[in-house]
């Protein structure tokens, strides 16, 4: 099966080509359908099985078949994160590309000037965390009288963090007449119970977890503190036996930020995230996939369509929010057979991401205690020990592993290590 089997429109079928997409994945393949239908939905999957596309690729189609003359706000996209709902923001902004809709992303934590300039000029479609839009409509910022379509993300999480009662009350908001889109990983009986009063004679679509890594990556973990990532990769690029490297940030902005990093260290190094044109991002598939390029650096987003053959080495230089799009990752390498390693930074704010991965894949990963920033993992982050050497990653022996290098001068070590490592 193809996107074409799919009844999408050719606006659509050219962004999901400009993002290197033709194969929908299961959940795609069976909730675009009844969405383009203009069904309700009730959806039973993980973050990393393409979930975000199934809702969002057939709604911008039914909203770009009818006009908007009075900007009024149409869809309602409600998630629990600030992150996931900037990817969601990036998922509407690649698939979009082609048509004349907007959106908008608001979220606590930053000042509302800027959110609420964007929703007076008009927005089609409006990304939002539950405490900032509680806030918004309150303030009559957001007017939800014309919507069309509104979307429960990650119900599962709203109840675990407590929003349960603020998703509650935005609900009561809601026009009657409307189509609802209802996802969540898990349904206990208060999911349950809030479906069954949002939801119209919905379709049922249900798909399994992934939860295993090929058996052919090798997987270890480096605790080390934000602020020195940057240094510990320079450091573990320096084995040339990393000879076609993809690595995984959170953000399309992380991505440039590491990109531009390694570029000033002599590594060849390109980035793709969804703000990226199709050239711009053909021209990196192909200098990485070519080897002009020794490093590919990519946001989740962008990096789902990348199928390039020969990739020895992943690293997650940000663990995954979602521990299954960890073994998505991962994923990239170690195909057809062949051997791969999966190296994964680790700092203090992320233990309980990597919990959660060791969960999920039943299986602790190997910690390399041996590498210069041991240490520095503290929500301090210290600057590392002194008189110990270059970490040897690229062969295999994961922990305790000791490098061939040198060690260098403390001096330049910490110097180094300067380099921001932090998330914007």
């Known amino acids: 099966m193809s996107f074409l089997d799919l009844g999408l429109s050719e606006p659509l079928l050219r962004a999901l080509g400009d993002a290197g997409y033709t194969t929908p994945t299961p959940i795609q393949a069976q909730a675009i359908p009844p969405v383009l239908a203009g069904r309700d939905v009730f959806g039973c999957a993980q973050t990393g099985t393409g979930k975000t596309a199934a809702f969002t690729v057939p709604l911008l189609q039914r909203l770009a078949a009818t006009k908007n003359p009075g900007r009024k706000l149409r869809c309602l996209i409600l998630t629990p994160t600030r992150e996931l709902a900037a990817q969601i923001g990036e998922s509407l902004q690649t698939y979009g590309r082609h ?3 907007s959106h908008s992303v608001v979220f606590g934590g930053v000042g509302q000037g800027a959110q609420v300039s964007a929703l007076r000029r008009g927005v089609d479609t409006l990304v939002a965390c539950p405490g900032r839009l509680l806030d918004l409509l309150n303030q009559g910022h957001v007017k939800l009288d014309g919507l069309e379509a509104f979307i429960l993300d990650e119900a599962d999480r709203m109840l675990d963090m407590g929003f349960i009662h603020d998703v509650k009350r935005i609900i009561a908001h809601l026009p009657k007449q409307r189509q609802t889109l209802f996802f969540s990983a898990t349904v206990p009986q208060e999911i349950r119970e809030l479906a069954s009063t949002l939801l119209n004679d919905p379709v049922d679509v249900r798909i399994a977890a992934v939860s295993s890594a090929a058996e052919t990556v090798e997987q270890s973990i480096y605790h080390v503190g934000r602020s020195h990532k940057v240094a510990l990769l320079r ?3 320096g084995d040339q036996a990393m000879s076609k490297t993809l690595i995984f ?8 930020r590491v990109a531009r990093q390694l570029g000033k260290a002599k590594v ?5 995230h969804g703000n990226k044109t199709q050239g711009q991002r053909e021209r990196a598939l192909e200098a990485f996939r070519d080897g002009k390029a020794r490093v590919l650096v990519a946001s989740d987003i962008a990096a789902r369509g ?9 690293v997650n230089y940000e663990l995954p929010h979602e521990p299954e799009t960890y073994v998505h990752r991962i994923g990239r390498t170690g195909r057809a057979g062949r051997s791969g390693r999966a190296i994964s930074f680790c700092d203090h704010d992320e ?5 959660a991965i060791q969960k999920l894949i039943n299986r602790r990963l190997s910690i390399v205690h041996d590498h210069p920033y041991v240490g520095s993992d503290r929500p301090d982050d210290v600057a590392p020990p002194q008189g ?3 970490p040897n990653l690229a062969g295999k022996g994961g922990a305790g592993q000791r490098g061939r290098s040198p060690a260098r001068p403390a001096s330049r070590r910490v110097a180094s290590s300067r380099s921001p490592g932090r998330r914007r």
């Open 249 to 256: 940030t959170r953000t399309k902005h992380g991505a440039d």
């Open 268 to 272: 060849v190094a390109v980035a793709i």
């Open 306 to 314: 990348i199928d390039i053959d020969g990739i020895s080495h992943v």
């Open 388 to 390: 110990q050497g270059r």
């Open 235 to 237: 450091d573990l690029l």
């Open 99 to 101: 048509l004349r809709l």
């Open 351 to 355: 233990r309980k991401r990597l919990q």
